[in-house]
Structures are given as C-alpha cells and as structure tokens.
C-alpha cells in the first residue's frame, strides 16, 4: 500500500516532480510575472471584486432567475401544459 503524501494531489503522484516540473499557485505567477505576483494578483481580485459585488451579485440572480424559467418552461412542456400563463408569476420571484 502506497503511503499517502501529504498535500499532494492524485493526478500528480508519480507523473510529474512538483517544483521542477510543473509550478502551482504562488510558485506559478511569481516565476511568470515575478517577486510578488501572487500577492499582486490577490490585491487586485479583490479591489475588482469589492468594485463590483453589487453587479455581480444581480447578474447572478438574473442567471439563476433565467434558468429557473427555463427548466420550468421545459418541465410545463414536457407534461403538456402551457407555460406561458404561469409566465407572469414565475418572473414576479
């Protein structure tokens, strides 16, 4: 039985030397843009993400809303009822 390492995922154990061969995480962005391009790229994500929660959030909704209708539309069809008089309420949630 092999001894489990730890942090180490399934897919590379045994496949690739992690470091040498393939970088993850701070080690990826530091050695493509340098000392600190992790923690950069962090700071921005964040500052873009406070800037834009309350978009975010609503073009969520809007797309959780949109699927809600469309699987509803699709199970009304399906049982051969008319979607479009129940139209009005589904949209009012």
Known sequence: ???RLKNKRFTE???LERGKEFLVG???WDFLGGDNTFENLLELFDLVGKKFKE???QKIKQVAKEKKWKEFKKICLQARYRPTILQS???KT
């Open 26 to 28: 701070k080690e990826y």
């Open 13 to 15: 154990q045994g496949v």
């Open 89 to 91: 309420e589904i949209r």
């Open 55 to 57: 978009k975010i959030q």
């Open 1 to 3: 039985m092999k001894k």
